[in-house]
T-cell receptor, first 111, second 115 residues
Framework: EPEVTQTPSHQVTQMGQEVILRCVPISNHLYFYWYRQILGQKVEFLVSFYNNEISEKSEIFDDQFSVERPDGSNFTLKIRSTKLEDSAMYFC?????????FGPGTRLTVL | AQKITQTQPGMFVQEKEAVTLDCTYD???????LFWYKQPSSGEMIFLIY??????QNATEGRYSLNFQKARKSANLVISASQLGDSAMYFCAMREEYTGNQFYFGTGTSLTVIP
């Protein structure tokens, strides 16, 4: 069964460093998303991506964040200069029709 | 106002019994979708069920059914014949389809199935 994959599963970085989180959505899906979940809290929408451009973004998704689909399969989230409060689980998701499937997540720890 | 409200932070149910997890939503968008996800302690988000705002019938997927009451803006998840493996966090979510392709999640309900 097709699934969304994410790499790495866990990333540890120093504050101020850039990180790139990678996702491979399900191949026939059209909409892609990034979410974050701070430990013990609810899932928060970051950004949606359709037709190679950002469709919607939340107020969390500031200039420190960017997304790309560089090669038609990978979907990346870049955080330019990480802050302590960026520590969270980051989920990628993709959608076709009424079903949205999440990847297993990347746990980002900023020290 | 919260887009998605889940008022039950924690719920307990006896194994093999049915349980209802509450979810209310707030939108003025005429077209929207409602989702339920399960998040076990391992952390992954597992899609359970989807209900479109124009769907006439309540969605069902195996032991999961969605009790959709549009006038009351509620989308409760019913799990029948609970199993120990159902113990997890459950999140209700909504996507508004005209005002932007953004998802809103509730704060979740922690379900514990008691043997």
């Amino acid at each position: 069964e097709p699934e969304v994959t994410q790499t790495p599963s866990h990333q540890v970085t120093q504050m101020g460093q850039e990180v790139i989180l990678r996702c491979v959505p399900i191949s026939n899906h059209l909409y892609f998303y990034w979410y974050r979940q701070i430990l013990g809290q609810k899932v928060e929408f970051l950004v949606s991506f359709y037709n190679n451009e950002i469709s919607e973004k939340s107020e969390i998704f500031d200039d420190q964040f960017s997304v790309e689909r560089p090669d038609g399969s990978n979907f990346t989230l870049k955080i330019r200069s990480t802050k302590l409060e960026d520590s969270a689980m980051y989920f990628c998701a993709s959608t076709v029709g009424g079903e949205q499937f999440f990847g297993p997540g990347t746990r980002l720890t900023v020290l | 106002a919260q887009k998605i409200t889940q008022t039950q932070p924690g719920m307990f149910v006896q194994e093999k019994e049915a349980v209802t997890l509450d979810c209310t939503y707030d939108t003025s968008d005429p077209s929207y979708g409602l989702f339920w996800y399960k998040q076990p302690s391992s952390g992954e988000m597992i899609f359970l069920i989807y209900q479109g705002s124009y769907d006439q019938q309540n969605a069902t997927e195996g032991r999961y059914s969605l009790n959709f009451q549009k006038a009351r803006k509620s989308a409760n998840l019913v799990i029948s014949a609970s199993q120990l493996g159902d113990s997890a966090m459950y999140f209700c979510a909504m996507r508004e389809e005209y005002t932007g392709n953004q998802f809103y999640f509730g704060t979740g309900t922690s379900l514990t199935v008691i043997p």
